[in-house]
C-alpha cells in the first residue's frame, strides 16, 4: 500500500509538467447579476468560434484571446439575457472587463434541461424550475432525474432509482455539500413519503451517471448534487393540489447580513393509493420541515445551519382483493379477503452546521459537523385466504372471463415488529483554492454511525388447512398433539452497532489552451476510506480529460476512468434472517466512460446531441433481490460481474421558444456468483429426472455451475421523454408530456438462490400529461388589489396520470395451492388517474 501511495504522491508531482499556456491577450473579470450575486458557470467564449471557458463559484473568469484582432466576447448562461462586448488587445495586455447579466423574463418558467457540463468534472447542470412542470405522482427532483440518460425507475410511487446497472442503495445525494440519508425500513413505494429534496428551495443541480470526480463520495453508480437559494430578497410560494400542498418562504435581512429559506410540505396519496386493487382504508400522511438560515459575519466569514424533520406515516387495513393473471389461453383469478392491518411510522431529522472561511480571493475553507437520526417502526399482522381459481377463455362461451374451476385456496398469516433506530454524525473540512487555469480540492471527513435493529417478522402459510411446510411426521410420538410448527419464512434478530470510518481526498484540475486553439481540461484525484467494522483500507484513484477541438461545430470530448468503492451501511451486512454476516467486505468497480457532447441546429433552432459509452468492472460485489422497493442483500456472498451500455440524449427547442428532451440507454449487467452450483441426477435411460420421469433410478449425479447471471436490475433498454408544447399566440396555454419506457427486468421466487431469479417481468410503461394556464405573468401583473397586486405568478395544472391504463408490474405475491403448486400474482401499479394543482407565487 506504502508503494500504492508513493506513486500516487509522485503523479501529482510531475503532471503540472505537462501543462503549458500561450502568451496571448487576456480578459479578466467578474460577472454578477442584477442583484450583484455571482452567477457561477457562465459560459464566455468567442462568438462563432469555438473553445471557451466558465467562470467560479465567485463568478470570476480570466480568458485568454488572440491580440491584435477586433474580437466579440459572449457571456451566456440558462435563464439571462446573452451579453456580447467588442474587444481589441495587443500581445500581453490584460483588460479588465466586469459583466452583469439581467434574467430573461418568460411567461411560463421553462422546463430547461441543458448539458451544460462542468468542464472541470463529468457533472451535468440541469434547471430546477423543470421539476415544477413535471407531470408526476410522487413530485420532486427525483423524477426529473429519471427522465435522464442511463436512469431508470420502474415505480411512480417512489423517488428512489437506479442508474447503469446499480441499485438503490448506490446513489450519492448532497445538499450544500452535506450527505443525505434515507429511511431504511421501506419496502414498497407507497411507504415512502417525502424525499429530503425540496424543489422550492433549489437553486441548482448537477447530476452524473458516472466517471465523477474524487470530491464525491464512496458509491458505485451516481451522484446527485443540489445547492439551496441563497435568497438577496424576499419571496413566498403557495402550491395545491389533490395531493397535498407546499409553501415556502425566503428573504434576506439586516443588508444581506443574513438571510433565510423555510419550507414545510404536506403530501397524502389516499387518493392515489385507493385505486390499487388491494382495496381498502388507506391512511398516508406525509409531513416536513426544512429551513436553512445563512450568517454573513464579514466578507471572510460565513456560518450557516441547515434543519430537516419529517415525520411519515403509512397505515392500512387492507380488506379484498381481485387479480386475474395468466396468459390468453390459460388465465386465473386471485381473490383474497384480508384481516388485520398495518401500520408503519418514519421520524427523520438532520442539523448540519457550516462555517466557511475566505482568507483571500482564491480560497475558500468549510468545516462542516451534521448529525443525521432515523427511527423506524413497520408493524402489521395481516392474514390473507385466499382462491385461485381458473378463468374461461373460450371466446364463444357463455362462461367467457368467469371461473370454471378451482385450483386450490388457502391462508397465509403475515407478521412483523420491526424497529430500527439509526444516528449518523460526522465532522468534515473541505478545502478549494480555485485558479485560473487550476483548482486544488480536498477534503477529510470522520463519521460515527450508530445502529440499532430489532427484527422479528414472520410468514405463516396454510393450504386446505395443510400447514406449509409441512411438519415432521410424529407417528409413534408419546405426545402426537404437540409438535414444532414451521414457518414458511421467519427473521428474528437483535443487533446494536458502532462503526467508526474515515475518508479523505485530494484533487487537482488544470485548464489549458494549446496553440492549435484547443481547449483542454485535466482533472485528477484520489479518495481515501476506511471502514471500521471490517477494519479495512481502500484506495480510489480517478482522472478525467476533457477536449473541446477548434472546429466549426461545438464539439467537447471527454473521457473518464477511476477506482469506486462502496463500504456497507448496515443493510449489505444483513442476512435474511436478520442475523449480521462478520466478514462482509467493501463492494468495488473499475469503470471506464467516454462522452461527446455536439451543439447542432436544426429547423433554425438550437440542439445539444450527449452520447455516453461506458464499462464497469465489479471483482467484489455482494449479490442482492429486489422487491418492489426493497433490496434484501445475500451478506454471506461475493460476486464478480459487469455494466457496460452507451446513452444517448437529444435535448433542445423541439417547439419554438421551449425546451424538450428525449433518452435513449442501451445496457446490460451480470455478475457470477461465487461457489454457486446445484445438482441434478440422471437415471439409468440418460434422461434427466424430473417431476413427471417415470425412471427415477439415479445412475449419476450432474453439478452445474450456473456462471454469468443477469443482475436484478439488468434492463436492455430504457426510454424517456419530456415534450412541451404551447397553442400558438397564446403561450400561456402549455402542455407538458412525459413518456417512460423500460425493457424487462429479472426476478424470481422467494427463498431461492440468486441463479433461480432469471424471469422477466413485463416491461415498464407511462405516459403522464400535463395541461397548464398560466393566470398572472411576473411583470403585467396591473392589480389594485391589496393582495393580488404582490403577486408574481399564478398558474394552475390539470394532471393525467398513466393516460394509457397500462398495468405496469411492480412486484408479485406468491400463493400455493393444495399441490404446493406456487402461482406468481402480478401486483399492479397504479392507474390513469387525475390530479389539479394551483401554485401562487409571491
Known amino acids: 500500500m506504502v508503494l500504492t501511495v508513493r506513486k500516487c504522491l509522485l503523479f ?95 411567461v411560463l418558467p421553462d422546463a430547461v434541461v441543458r448539458d451544460e457540463r462542468l468542464k472541470r468534472s463529468s457533472m451535468m447542470r440541469i434547471d430546477p424550475k423543470s421539476a415544477q ?42 445538499v450544500n455539500g452535506i450527505e443525505i440519508y434515507k429511511p431504511f425500513l421501506i419496502r414498497a413505494g407507497q411507504q415512502e413519503g417525502l424525499s429530503f429534496l425540496n424543489s422550492a428551495l433549489v437553486s441548482g443541480i448537477s447530476f452524473s451517471a458516472g466517471g465523477f470526480a474524487a470530491e464525491y463520495g464512496d458509491k458505485l453508480s451516481s451522484v446527485l448534487d443540489i445547492t439551496y437559494k441563497k435568497p438577496t430578497e424576499s419571496a413566498s410560494s403557495v402550491m395545491l393540489s389533490l395531493l397535498g400542498a407546499d409553501i415556502h418562504t425566503e428573504g434576506a435581512l439586516k443588508n444581506n447580513k443574513m438571510n433565510y429559506l423555510f419550507g414545510a410540505r404536506y403530501k397524502t396519496t389516499q387518493y392515489i393509493l385507493n385505486a390499487l386493487e388491494t382495496k381498502g382504508q388507506y391512511r398516508p400522511d406525509f409531513v416536513d420541515i426544512q429551513s436553512l438560515i445563512n450568517f454573513n459575519l464579514s466578507q471572510d466569514w460565513e456560518i450557516s445551519f441547515l434543519g430537516y424533520y419529517a415525520r411519515n406515516e403509512y397505515k392500512l387495513i387492507p380488506e379484498t382483493r381481485t387479480t386475474d393473471f395468466g396468459t390468453i389461453k390459460e388465465a386465473y383469478r386471485l381473490t383474497i379477503y384480508f384481516d388485520g392491518q398495518e401500520v408503519d411510522k418514519y421520524s427523520t431529522g438532520m442539523g448540519a452546521l457550516t462555517i466557511t472561511h475566505r482568507p483571500n480571493k482564491e480560497t475558500e475553507l468549510k468545516l462542516i459537523a451534521s448529525a443525521f437520526s432515523t427511527i423506524e417502526t413497520e408493524t402489521y399482522d395481516i392474514k390473507g385466504q385466499y382462491w385461485i381459481g ?34 449518523v454524525l460526522n465532522i468534515e473540512h473541505k478545502g478549494t483554492i480555485a485558479k485560473m487555469r487550476s483548482a486544488l480540492k480536498w477534503g477529510a471527513r470522520y463519521q460515527f454511525q450508530r445502529i440499532n435493529d430489532r427484527m422479528n417478522e414472520w410468514e405463516l402459510l396454510d393450504s386446505a388447512g395443510f400447514t406449509l411446510p409441512r411438519p415432521i411426521d410424529d407417528i409413534g410420538s408419546t405426545n402426537p398433539n404437540r409438535n414444532d410448527l414451521v414457518l414458511n419464512q421467519v427473521a428474528r434478530s437483535h443487533n446494536v452497532l458502532d462503526v467508526h470510518n474515515l475518508n479523505a481526498f485530494l484533487q487537482q484540475s488544470w485548464n489549458f489552451i494549446d496553440t492549435k486553439n484547443i481547449a483542454y481540461t485535466l482533472t485528477a484525484g484520489l479518495r481515501m476510506n476506511y471502514w471500521g467494522f471490517a477494519n479495512e483500507w481502500m484506495l480510489s484513484p480517478r482522472i478525467s480529460a476533457t477536449i473541446k477541438p477548434d472546429w466549426n461545430r461545438n ?107 428525449a433518452s435513449l440507454s442501451f445496457m446490460t449487467t451480470s455478475e457470477d456468483v461465487q461457489g454457486d452450483f446445484y445438482d441434478y441426477y440422471v437415471n439409468t435411460d440418460g434422461d434427466r429426472i424430473g417431476f413427471l420421469t417415470e425412471n427415477k433410478t439415479v445412475a449419476d449425479t450432474v453439478r452445474v455451475f450456473p456462471g454469468m447471471i443477469p443482475r436484478p436490475t439488468d434492463q436492455l433498454v430504457q426510454f424517456s421523454l419530456f415534450f412541451q408544447d404551447y397553442i400558438p399566440y397564446y403561450p400561456s396555454f402549455r402542455v407538458h408530456l412525459k413518456l417512460l419506457f423500460g425493457s424487462r427486468l429479472p426476478f424470481g421466487p422467494p427463498n431461492t438462490e440468486r441463479y433461480q431469479q432469471t424471469r422477466r417481468m413485463p416491461e415498464y410503461r407511462r405516459v403522464d400529461i400535463g395541461f397548464s394556464k398560466q393566470l398572472i405573468i411576473e411583470g403585467s401583473n396591473k392589480s389594485q388589489n391589496a393582495v393580488l397586486q404582490h403577486i408574481k405568478n399564478m398558474w394552475v395544472s390539470l394532471e393525467v396520470f398513466n393516460l394509457l391504463q397500462i398495468n405496469n408490474t411492480i412486484s408479485y405475491i406468491w400463493v400455493k395451492d393444495v399441490n404446493n403448486i406456487q402461482y406468481g400474482v402480478p401486483n399492479y401499479l397504479t392507474p390513469r388517474q387525475l390530479n389539479l394543482k394551483f401554485v401562487v407565487e409571491f
Open 390 to 423: 381458473r378463468l374461461e377463455t373460450a371466446p364463444g362461451s357463455e362462461q367467457f372471463g368467469n371461473v370454471v374451476q378451482s385450483q386450490g385456496v388457502g391462508t397465509f398469516l403475515d407478521h412483523a415488529r420491526n424497529y430500527f433506530d439509526a444516528t
Open 555 to 661: 464539439t467537447l470530448f471527454r473521457l473518464a476512468v477511476g477506482v469506486y468503492t462502496q463500504s456497507p451501511f448496515y443493510r449489505e451486512m444483513r442476512l435474511f434472517d436478520g442475523m449480521l454476516h462478520p466478514d462482509v467486505r467493501s463492494q468495488r468497480s473499475y469503470q471506464l466512460v467516454g462522452a461527446s457532447d455536439v451543439d447542432f441546429t436544426a429547423w433554425n433552432r438550437p440542439f445539444v446531441f450527449t452520447s455516453e459509452i461506458y464499462y464497469k468492472y465489479f471483482d467484489r460485489l455482494i449479490p442482492y433481490e429486489v422487491d418492489n422497493v426493497r433490496i434484501r442483500y445475500y451478506a454471506d456472498q461475493q460476486s464478480k460481474g459487469y455494466a457496460t451500455g452507451i446513452d444517448f440524449k437529444v435535448n433542445g427547442e423541439f417547439v419554438t421558444g421551449i425546451e424538450s428532451w
Open 12 to 106: 501529482f508531482i510531475l503532471l503540472p509538467l505537462l501543462v503549458f499556456a500561450q502568451q496571448k491577450g487576456t480578459v479578466t473579470g467578474r460577472i454578477t447579476d442584477e442583484r450583484g450575486k455571482p452567477v457561477e458557470l457562465t459560459n464566455i467564449s468567442l462568438l462563432n468560434a469555438p473553445g471557451g471557458i466558465t467562470s467560479d463559484f465567485r463568478g470570476r473568469y480570466e480568458f485568454q484571446v488572440p491580440s491584435d484582432t477586433l474580437l466579440t466576447i459572449a457571456f451566456t448562461f440558462v435563464g439571462y439575457k446573452p451579453h456580447y462586448q467588442n474587444i481589441r488587445l495587443v500581445s500581453g495586455e490584460i483588460m479588465q472587463l466586469d459583466v452583469m447579466l439581467f434574467t430573461t423574463a418568460t
Open 133 to 174: 412542470l413535471l407531470p408526476t405522482v410522487s413530485g420532486g427532483i427525483e423524477d426529473l432525474i429519471k427522465t435522464l440518460p442511463g436512469v431508470s425507475s420502474n415505480n411512480e410511487l417512489s423517488s428512489q432509482y437506479t442508474v447503469r446497472g446499480g441499485n438503490f442503495d448506490e446513489n450519492l445525494v448532497y
